[in-house]
T-cell receptor, first 111, second 120 residues
């Protein structure tokens, strides 16, 4: 399984854009880049997934360069409620795969 | 649609006692996973059920842990006897076979809120 590396923590302010970059140098051809969000006292929650280029949904955008060795999660105009831990995972396409979590990035949004 | 539920939300027991955690997956989800995070560590996989069958139990730490999923619905994780190092948060997740996060993505796992276990 591809190992991921991401910042331990990041601070931001309300209304700013937060970008979290994750490196996954050993990503395999059939791997998808997946991000989960975890609030205190809750389980992780899926937020976005991509394979290449750019993916956008109502929560975030995910940018993946051509070599796929890294990815950047972008949270537009964060609010206090976006304070959470964000996990970057590399997940094989096949169903029934366990998720391998790293340490995640603790994002603190300040007023 | 109800999400993944776990019971109890918290459990405090003494070393040597037995504790049973329960997970109710989203209805219709064949895949059920158990994960845990012990203090200061990362979330780690424990095991995976497909319906009532254990697909992968490579993450189970030792034989004091027993997971079951009779009938392919809810699952229980029993720790007997509990040790101090078993303290942590136990998460359950479920997914639907063949469901993906995108048109060609990998499956999405839906997590419960976790059970916080403290062994004294």
């Amino acid at each position: 399984l591809a190992k991921t590396t991401q910042p331990i923590s990041m601070d931001s302010y309300e209304g700013q854009e937060v970008n979290i970059t994750c490196s996954h140098n050993n990503i395999a051809t059939n791997d998808y880049i997946t991000w989960y969000q975890q609030f205190p006292s809750q389980g992780p929650r899926f937020i976005i997934q991509g394979y290449k280029t750019k993916v956008t949904n109502e929560v975030a955008s995910l940018f993946i360069p051509a070599d796929r060795k890294s990815s950047t999660l972008s949270l537009p105009r964060v609010s206090l409620s976006d304070t959470a831990v964000y996990y970057c995972l590399v997940v094989p396409k096949a169903a029934g795969n366990k998720l391998t979590f790293g340490g995640g990035t603790r994002v603190l949004v300040k007023p | 649609e109800a999400g993944v539920t776990q019971f109890p939300s918290h459990s405090v027991i003494e070393k040597g006692q037995t504790v049973t955690l329960r997970c109710d997956p989203i209805s219709g989800h064949d895949n059920l996973y158990w994960y845990r995070r012990v203090m200061g560590k990362e979330i780690k996989f424990l095991l995976h059920f497909v319906k009532e069958s254990k697909q992968d139990e490579s993450g189970m730490p030792n034989n004091r842990f027993l997971a079951e999923r009779t009938g392919g619905t809810y699952s229980t994780l029993k720790v007997q006897p509990a040790e101090l190092e078993d303290s942590g948060v136990y998460f359950c997740a479920s997914s639907q076979e063949g469901s993906t996060s995108g048109r060609r993505g990998s499956e999405t796992q839906y997590f419960g809120p976790g059970t916080r276990l403290l062994v004294l």
